[in-house]
């Protein structure tokens, strides 16, 4: 019902940057909360960035605040995460989720299937 999509995932130097998107069901794309969370090797999957509905409201991990930004594209249908100033503790697969009931949690019912970002010393 809402496929999410993946994309922008790769390898980048300590410092570099690099931009995630996420590309989703374009006719209901405005009614869910959307977001991304990341899972490391034996780690438990934790939230990154979400973003509202209307784009009003934000909110990071404390992790990545001041380095990751989350936006929302209603003309393409995507939601974007640009990583700068990253970190080799950033290395993970990251996946975007959608929620229609309020911010997203890892009990979200829609998920991409990840991208995966490594980052290099």
């Known amino acids: 019902q809402v496929p999410l999509i993946e994309s922008g995932g790769g390898l980048a130097q300590a410092g570099g940057s690099l931009r995630l998107s996420c590309a989703a069901s374009?006719?209901?794309?405005?009614?869910?909360?959307m977001g991304w969370f990341r899972q490391a090797p034996g780690k438990e999957r934790e939230f990154v960035a979400g973003?509202?509905?209307?784009?009003?409201?934000?909110y990071y991990a404390d992790s990545v605040k001041g380095r990751f930004t989350i936006s929302r594209d209603y003309v393409k249908n995507t939601v974007s995460l640009q990583m700068n100033s990253l970190k080799v503790e950033d290395t993970a697969v990251y996946y975007c989720?959608?929620?229609?009931?309020?911010?997203?949690?890892?009990?979200?019912?829609?998920w991409g299937q990840g991208t995966q970002v490594t980052v290099s010393s």
């Open positions: 374009g006719r209901t794309f405005s009614t869910y909360f």
């Open positions: 989720a959608a929620d229609q009931k309020g911010r997203v949690t890892t009990s979200s019912e829609y």
């Open positions: 973003i509202d509905r209307l784009g009003g409201s934000i």
